[in-house]
């Protein structure tokens, strides 16, 4: 799904029909830089939580070593990275399994 579907799916709900897209679009840019100011700039362990639809987590990961594709015999030093992990909550997993939330 693109940001310009989310905006139009968003757009079509009965109460925000008189809204301009626009502004829907500005709204959601805004919600997903908070995000993403949050989990930068938190500490390990940071989240971001929306209830019914999963968490979101910074991790630190360590350096290690992996294979190089190209010469799979060669090894090759991955550096340590932040990243973000997402771990769905119940009512979206059931959800997506077509079952009923428990």
Request: charged fraction near 35%; proline fraction near 8%.
């Amino acid at each position: 799904m693109t940001k310009a579907q989310i905006v139009e799916a968003v757009h079509k709900q009965r109460a925000l029909t008189t809204t301009p897209k626009r502004m829907i679009a500005t709204i959601l840019d805004a919600a997903f830089e908070e995000i993403a100011r949050g989990l930068s700039r938190g500490k390990k362990g940071e989240r971001f939580t929306y209830p019914g639809f999963g968490t979101f987590s910074r991790k630190d990961r360590k350096k290690r070593l992996g294979r190089n594709p190209r010469n799979p015999d060669q090894p090759l030093e991955i550096p340590a990275h932040r990243t973000v992990v997402f771990r769905p909550a119940r009512e979206l997993k059931s959800k997506l399994n077509g079952r009923r939330p428990t």
